[in-house]
């Protein structure tokens, strides 16, 4: 019996040692911030309830009920702290946010449709180019747009400076017409589409400028376009010559239209311009005029009517200087290219002229004036169906010795 009562308590014992070893590695798991805590509270409280000066170790012997761990304590709750929000609303789902242009009247962009262009060749667009071009005018590089595939009803209208900003892009896509009644034009007007005074202005696209000149045309003899030029004239004597202004060229469908003939498409006093892209087309008189402009570039550029329209020049310059003009083709009535006084530092090359008069300098020392143009240089075109090549055209008058009035190759 002895040996077995030893057998069983040296059994007991190493049960215990095993539960007591095992309770043991479970509190050093979870030894820690929190567990230092809890074994604080409740030696705090075995001191308390026992009023003795229990230390960790002894108060830690309390922690076992019957050989079994005691369950874990549960950590106090946290104070809220005031440095942090309050918690945030579930988020709601919205739609992405892009970076949207603004609206084009508070862009660079103008397009004649958000002022109220119809576009559909019937009705009066006027009133929506103006506002365009108003808006445009006060940004520097603006962007004035005529969409493409639209028609745009357009009376007699004046792009002008001085006070618009430099830099100016008239993109047009669509096409421009021409109104065919009287009651449009007036007692007569000398251009359609004028701009005038501005600095760096472009015109470009592929679109078109029709002026529907057929209801203009008649038999009429060829002349010199109707322009203000006389301003420019100096009489080469001291006699003063009594002032004949010129002879409008009149038209003679009852009445219907006015005496005198427009100009498609003008420049007047402006410096840097360009015409790229575009085609002119059946204009009353002149296509396209620069007129006391400096720095002229003309390419890429058609000028279409019939070779018996009269008075049809494809492009006319007058008293205008730095003018480049090439890679255009130029079939109209009158001439291709018409240089009257004032000119200089004309070039023009690799440029399709015909149906046509050709290319002509003049007519120059009308009424006895004194006429002047510079440095014009015309090479490599081809000329087809023209009544000229290229020519000087004069006034028979007395010139002092030593006045030089022209110099061209």
């Known amino acids: 019996m002895r040996g077995l009562s030893f057998r069983s308590l040296a059994f ?5 040692f095993l539960v ?7 509190c050093n798991a979870r030894r820690g911030r929190h567990w230092r805590h809890g074994r604080s509270s ?3 409280s075995l001191s308390k309830k026992n009023n003795k000066g229990n230390t960790h170790r002894k108060g830690g012997h309390h922690n076992y009920h019957n050989g079994k761990p005691k369950p874990k304590p549960k950590p106090k709750p946290k ?5 942090k929000s309050p918690p945030l609303a579930p988020a709601v789902p919205t739609k992405p946010v892009y970076d949207v242009p603004p609206p084009s009247h508070h862009s660079s962009v103008f397009n004649v449709k958000d002022f109220g262009a119809k576009g559909n060749g019937v009705s009066d667009d006027t009133k929506a180019f103006e506002a365009a071009w108003a808006a445009a005018c006060k940004v520097e590089a603006s962007i004035m747009v005529v969409p ?3 028609v745009f009803l357009v009376g007699p ?4 400076g001085p006070y618009c900003q430099a830099n100016i892009i008239f993109q047009l896509d669509g096409t421009i017409i021409a109104p065919t009644g009287s009651k449009d034009w007036g007692k007569g007007l000398l251009w359609w589409l004028d701009f005038t005074k501005l600095k760096g202005i472009t015109i470009q696209g592929k679109g078109i400028i029709d002026g529907r000149g057929s209801v203009w045309w008649q038999d009429y003899p060829y002349d010199d376009p109707i322009d203000d030029e006389s301003k420019l004239i100096i009489p080469l004597h001291n006699n003063t010559l009594p002032y004949k202004p010129p002879t409008p060229i009149r038209s003679e469908l009852s009445g219907k239209m006015p005496s005198i003939k427009p100009t498609a498409l003008r420049f007047y006093g402006s410096f840097n311009v360009t015409v790229t892209g575009i085609t002119i087309q059946n204009s009353p008189q002149c296509h396209l005029k620069f007129d006391n402009c400096i720095g002229v570039v003309v390419h890429d550029v058609s000028v279409s009517s019939p070779g018996d329209s009269p008075n049809t020049d494809g492009i006319h310059l007058q008293n205008s200087k730095d003018v480049l003009i090439h890679t255009s083709n130029l079939a109209c009535g009158d001439d291709c290219v018409s240089i009257q006084t004032g000119c200089s530092n004309v070039y023009v090359h ?3 002229c015909g149906p046509g008069h050709g290319i002509s300098i003049g007519s120059l020392g009308k009424d006895n004036t004194k006429a002047c143009v510079s440095n014009i240089t015309v090479r490599d075109v081809m000329m087809h169906n023209t009544m000229n090549g290229v020519r000087i055209k004069t006034w028979q008058v007395m010139i002092p010795s030593g006045t030089q009035c022209y110099n061209s190759e």
Request: overall charge negative; glycine content about 0%.
């Open 20 to 26: 007591w070893s095992a309770s043991f590695e479970t």
């Open 157 to 160: 209208m004046s792009f002008s």
């Open 12 to 16: 007991l014992f190493l049960i215990a």
């Open 350 to 352: 690799n440029v399709n």
């Open 42 to 44: 409740n030696s705090v």
């Open 79 to 83: 104070a809220p702290s005031h440095n």
């Open 148 to 150: 493409a595939e639209s």
